[in-house]
C-alpha cells in the first residue's frame, strides 16, 4: 500500500487504498477526523494525510498560519458580503471555485481599466468601502497593502496628466473607484470558496479550500506613471525596488555571464505572460485590445486609438517575430541561473525575490525557501533592453514553480508592470484537481 515509515511514526493516505470502494470507506470514516483537523490526522505512531492537501500551492508558512490568515479572509469577506444589498450582493459573488468550466471566470484577470468583474469602490456606500478594503488587505503584507492603495492613489496623478477627460467608454477614464472585488463561493471554514480584487494595475486571486489559504497568484502590480515628483524633490516610486534591483544586478555581471542574460538589446512593448490565465510553452505579449474584457469598444475612435498606440508600441520596440521568439515564454528558463552568481548578486537576488514574494501576508511569504542555497540555485535571471536608468526594459526570474515578470517600456519608460505567478498552479488549480480527486473517487 506504499505506507511510509520515519522516525517511528507510520505515514498513510487515502490513496494508498486500491480498491475504489474500499477508499470511498475509508474517507467516509476519516471525516470526522478531517473536520477535527484540516489536512489530516496524527497520532503518537500514526499520521493520516489528504493527499490535496499535501501540497498546499503558491503561498508558504505552516498550515496553521494559513488557516490563521484564511480565517481573517473568511470573517473579513462575510463582513463584507453582510453590509451589502440584494442587487449588490448579485454583482458581488460568483460561483464556487472548482475544476469545472463554472470557474472560468474566477480565473479571468486583468491589469487594464476594464471590467474586471464584481463590485466596484463607486458602487458602495462609505461603509461598505471601509469593510472591502478591510477585505483586501487580509491578504497582504503592510508594505503590499500600502503599495496597492498608492496605485489606486495614482489614476488621479494619471488623470491629471492625461488632462481629466473621458475615456475607456466611461465619463471618467481614469478613476480611483474603479476597482472591483468579487468573493467566490460562500466564506466558510470547509469547503472552496476565493476572493479577487482589481482595477488598473492591480489583480490579485486568492484561494482557500477547507480553511486554509492555498494560492495567491497570479498577483499583479503595476504603476503609471512609475515615478512622480513629490514636494521637496523627493519621487513618489512605488515599485522602485523592483526595478532598481533587476537593474542592478544585471549591471553587475561580469561580461559573459552579461552576454546570457541579456537575451535582447530591446525590451517587449509588455511582459510576455500578459493576462494569461494558462501560461504554456511560446506565448509573448499581443495587442493590447487582447487585455480588456471586451474584444472591441463601443466607440469606434476609442478602438482606432488603442490600435494605433498597440501599432505605435509594437514599432517602437523594434522586436522582429524572431526577437519576440527569444523573449517568448518557455518552460525551459532562459538566461543564467543563480548557481553562477557571487555571494553578493546571490544576496541581491533573494532581496529582488522579496519584492515579489513578500506581497504575501506575513508569514506567508515563501521568500524563505530561497535561504536554501540549491532552491536558489534554480532561479534563472533574464533581462531585455537597455540597462541605462530611464531607458525602456525589461527582465524575468525563472525557477521551479515561479516565473517572475517585470517591464518599463511604455510612456518613456515611465510605466511599469509586476507580476508573481506560478504557472502550475495559478488560481489554485492544481489543489482544485487534487481535492476533486479526494472528494470524487
Known amino acids: 500500500m506504499g505506507v511510509a515509515t520515519s522516525g517511528g511514526v507510520v505515514t498513510w493516505s487515502p490513496q494508498d487504498v486500491a480498491d475504489p470502494d474500499a477508499r470511498r470507506l475509508v474517507l467516509s470514516d476519516l471525516s470526522r477526523l478531517s473536520r477535527l483537523r484540516k489536512g489530516g490526522f496524527q ?3 500514526f499520521r493520516i494525510t489528504f493527499p490535496f492537501m499535501a501540497d498546499l500551492g503558491t503561498v508558504s508558512g505552516d498550515v496553521t498560519a494559513r488557516k490563521e490568515v484564511a480565517g481573517r479572509m473568511a470573517e473579513a469577506a462575510r463582513a463584507w458580503l453582510d453590509t451589502l444589498e440584494a442587487k449588490q450582493r448579485a454583482t458581488s459573488q460568483g460561483a464556487v471555485p472548482s475544476s469545472a468550466a463554472s470557474d472560468n471566470e474566477r480565473r479571468r484577470w486583468f491589469y ?5 468583474g464584481g463590485l466596484t469602490i463607486h458602487q458602495q456606500r462609505p461603509a461598505q468601502q471601509r469593510s472591502a478594503m478591510r477585505l483586501v488587505s487580509t491578504g497582504l503584507s503592510p508594505a503590499a497593502f500600502v503599495t496597492v492603495a498608492t496605485i489606486m492613489g495614482l489614476e488621479n496623478v494619471l488623470d491629471y496628466i492625461e488632462g481629466f477627460k473621458a475615456s475607456f467608454n466611461r465619463e471618467r477614464g481614469r478613476d480611483p473607484g474603479m476597482y472591483y472585488l468579487r468573493v467566490f463561493g460562500e466564506p466558510d471554514d470547509e469547503g472552496l470558496w476565493g476572493w479577487r480584487f482589481g482595477g488598473h494595475h492591480i489583480s490579485l486571486n486568492n484561494l482557500v479550500v477547507d480553511g486554509v489559504l492555498v494560492a495567491t497568484t497570479p498577483c499583479f502590480l503595476g504603476a503609471n506613471p512609475a515615478a512622480s515628483p513629490l514636494l521637496g524633490g523627493a519621487v513618489n516610486r512605488p515599485l522602485a525596488r523592483a526595478e532598481d534591483l533587476g537593474r542592478d544586478l544585471v549591471r553587475s ?3 559573459d555571464l552579461a552576454e546570457r542574460a541579456i537575451l535582447l538589446p530591446n525590451a517587449p512593448s509588455d511582459f510576455v505572460t500578459i493576462n494569461l490565465t494558462y501560461v504554456t510553452d511560446g506565448k509573448r505579449a499581443i495587442p493590447f485590445a487582447g487585455m480588456y474584457r471586451d474584444e472591441r469598444f463601443a466607440e469606434p475612435v476609442e478602438e482606432a486609438q488603442l490600435q494605433s498606440l498597440t501599432a505605435a508600441i509594437s514599432e517602437e520596440t523594434g522586436l522582429s517575430d524572431a526577437d519576440q521568439e527569444v523573449v517568448a515564454y518557455s518552460t525551459e528558463p532562459k538566461g543564467i541561473p543563480a548557481a553562477e552568481l557571487d555571494a553578493a548578486q546571490r544576496e541581491m537576488l533573494r532581496t529582488l525575490l522579496g519584492c515579489y514574494l513578500d506581497r504575501a501576508p506575513e508569514g506567508l511569504s515563501p521568500l524563505h525557501r530561497y535561504d536554501d542555497e540549491s532552491a536558489l540555485n534554480d532561479v534563472h535571471f533574464a533581462w531585455a533592453g537597455s540597462t541605462a536608468p530611464g531607458e525602456p526594459h525589461y527582465y524575468r526570474l525563472q525557477g521551479p514553480r515561479l516565473f517572475l515578470e517585470w517591464d518599463n517600456t511604455q510612456n518613456n519608460a515611465n510605466h511599469a508592470h509586476s507580476v ?11 489543489v482544485l484537481a487534487r481535492h476533486r480527486a479526494a472528494h470524487h473517487i
Open 420 to 430: 508573481w505567478r506560478d504557472p502550475t498552479a495559478d488560481f489554485g488549480l492544481d
Open 43 to 45: 497520532s503518537a505512531r
Open 112 to 116: 487594464t481599466p476594464t471590467d474586471h
Open 253 to 255: 555581471l561580469r561580461p
